[in-house]
């Protein structure tokens, strides 16, 4: 079956630019969608179709895809971006990946 | 405001079923595709099911094909998981989850506080 592969953790100081990476055979093909999942609450969808951010979204987050891998890049990384962050694929259906845990410290 | 609001879970024995059900407002439901997605404990999300707007096209993860069962009723705005032949693997938070409308690929932009199925004797 087709996976996507995250970091399991990403550490990052107050400021600084967080990168999460994203990798499968099949990310080229279709777009990838991010999401931020906080403790005890329900995912929120943080970038979608590669890039784009929906409304609400703070500009610091962004994202890419090249070749067979997506990136989430959150700029200037505030305490509140503390989350798992899943990406997302397709494959016969959605496909998630495992997940990164983003500490902030 | 839009809202999914679940309902339906809770304990089950292994063999057993279970509907779920999602009520949505806030939206006009009938022109959105929708999901389900679960989250077992302390885990990953996994995609569960599609069903398109009008019902045409409905797809499955291999882990549930043959037990489970997506529908909805656009007068009622509602939608549904039948789980039939539960597992304890199955055991998850259920999300009821909207399709976004920018096409293709979209994201899954909202996503219901999902409801709790426990498979266990």
């Known amino acids: 079956s087709y996976e996507l592969t995250q970091a399991p953790s990403v550490s990052v100081s107050p400021g600084q630019t967080a990168s999460i990476t994203c990798s499968g055979d099949k990310l080229r093909d279709k777009y990838a969608c991010w999401y931020q999942q906080k403790a005890g609450q329900s995912p929120v969808l943080v970038i979608y179709?590669?890039?784009k951010r929906p409304s609400g979204i703070p500009e610091r987050f962004s994202g890419s895809n090249s070749g067979n891998t997506a990136t989430l890049t959150i700029s200037g990384t505030q305490i509140m971006d503390e989350a798992d962050y899943y990406c997302?694929?397709?494959?016969?259906?959605?496909?998630f990946g495992g997940g990164t845990k983003l500490t902030v410290l | 405001e839009v809202q999914l609001v679940e309902s339906g879970g809770g304990l089950v024995q292994p063999g057993r079923s279970l509907r779920l059900s999602c009520a949505a407002s806030?939206?006009?439901?009938?022109?959105?595709?929708m999901n389900w997605v679960r989250q077992a404990p302390g885990k990953g999300l996994e995609w569960v099911s599609y069903?398109?707007?009008?019902?045409?096209?409905?797809y499955y993860a291999d882990s549930v094909k043959g037990r489970f069962t997506i529908s909805r009723d656009n007068a009622k705005n509602s939608l549904y998981l039948q789980m039939n032949s539960l597992r304890a693997a199955d055991t998850a938070v259920y999300y009821c989850?909207?399709?976004?409308?920018?096409?293709?690929?979209?994201?899954?932009?909202?996503w219901g506080q999902g409801t709790l199925v426990t498979v266990s004797s």
């Open positions: 179709q590669d890039r």
């Open positions: 806030g939206f006009t439901f009938s022109n959105y595709n």
């Open positions: 069903i398109s707007s009008g019902s045409s096209n409905i």
């Open positions: 997302q694929g397709w494959d016969q259906g959605r496909v």
């Open positions: 989850v909207r399709d976004g409308p920018s096409g293709p690929w979209p994201g899954l932009d909202y």
